[in-house]
Nanobody
Framework: QVQPVESGGGLVQPGGSLRLSCAASGIFNSAYTMAWYRQAPGKQRELVARISPTFVTNYADSVKGRFTISRNNVEKTVYLEMNSLKSEDTALYYC????????WGQGTQVSVSS
């Protein structure tokens, strides 16, 4: 399967935490920047975080200090640790390269609500 497979989403209360995983063997290469994206209802997909081949990370201002992206080049997996979750983090989360490939997975739903 070429498309990434995202997992780890769920329903969590504000202030809670989740850890997303992305099995991305079909699109992963140690030379590529990998990233997490999200799309909330009625909004465009946005870049949340990315990690370069040299493990340099960048974050959207809205998640800086709360989210941490990491990668495992052997397992071809990308992770997103999310802490201090807010209702505005509710979205469908996807992983892909950055810039993106044409291969998108189904995403994993994150819902933050009390």
């Amino acid at each position: 399967q070429v498309q990434p497979v995202e997992s780890g989403g769920g329903l969590v209360q504000p202030g809670g935490s989740l850890r997303l995983s992305c099995a991305a063997s079909g699109i992963f290469n140690s030379a590529y920047t990998m990233a997490w994206y999200r799309q909330a209802p009625g909004k465009q997909r946005e870049l949340v975080a990315r990690i370069s081949p040299t493990f340099v990370t960048n974050y959207a201002d809205s998640v800086k200090g709360r989210f941490t992206i990491s990668r495992n080049n052997v397992e071809k997996t990308v992770y997103l640790e999310m802490n201090s979750l807010k209702s505005e983090d509710t979205a469908l989360y996807y992983c892909n390269r950055n810039p993106t490939s044409v291969y998108w997975g189904q995403g994993t739903q994150v819902s933050v609500s009390s």
